[in-house]
């Protein structure tokens, strides 16, 4: 039986959403001034997570390119390279990587957009677009304007990356 089963057997335990403790932990690095240690993002978050368990999510965000790390002295120091957006992105390129029909995902995810979202999605292809021949090493929003051209009309990979180079 779990330890807060034990504590209170009538409390409902209840299951973080997937994704939702790397949101957590990402957010508290953001509010970091300098890099920071999995301690510090441990005490951050609160809530009673192990220590382990805040490790194993930064090794899984850094996996993802969300984080970077560094080691200081007999540990390691952590600080963001990504956003909330940006990992969510990151999961959305992956999930199509994942499909054989892009161009039917992409199509299936476009038709059941409402009405708002398309015109921003639009909008946003259109910046993309405009903004083609700018200077590709102009930050990550040009990355992120690279994942959308790149994924969309097949010049490259998912990441903007051309095949074969993304891991």
């Known amino acids: 039986m779990a330890q807060r ?3 209170d057997p009538h409390r409902p335990s209840r299951r973080r959403g997937q994704g939702e ?4 932990v ?7 001034q300098d890099p920071v240690t999995a301690a510090w993002v441990q005490e951050r978050l609160g809530g009673g997570l ?3 368990t805040v490790v194993t999510i930064l090794t899984r965000l850094l996996a993802k390119d969300a984080v970077a790390r560094e080691r200081r002295g007999r540990s390691f120091v952590w600080r963001p390279t990504a956003d909330v957006a940006g990992l969510a992105a990151l999961k959305m390129r992956r999930l199509l990587d994942g499909e054989s029909d892009r161009e039917a995902v992409l199509a299936s995810f476009v038709t059941a957009l ?3 979202d398309e015109q921003v999605l ?3 292809l259109e910046t993309a677009h405009a903004t083609d021949g700018a200077d590709a090493t102009d930050g990550a929003d040009v990355v992120g304007r690279a994942d959308v051209v790149g994924g969309a009309d097949g010049a490259g990979g998912a990441d903007g990356v051309p095949d074969g180079t993304e891991d």
């Open 122 to 124: 639009r909008a946003l």
């Open 26 to 32: 990402l957010g508290a690095l953001r509010e970091a």
């Open 50 to 52: 192990a220590y382990t």
């Open 114 to 116: 409402p009405p708002d």
């Open 21 to 24: 403790l790397e949101s957590q």
């Open 5 to 7: 089963d034990r504590e």
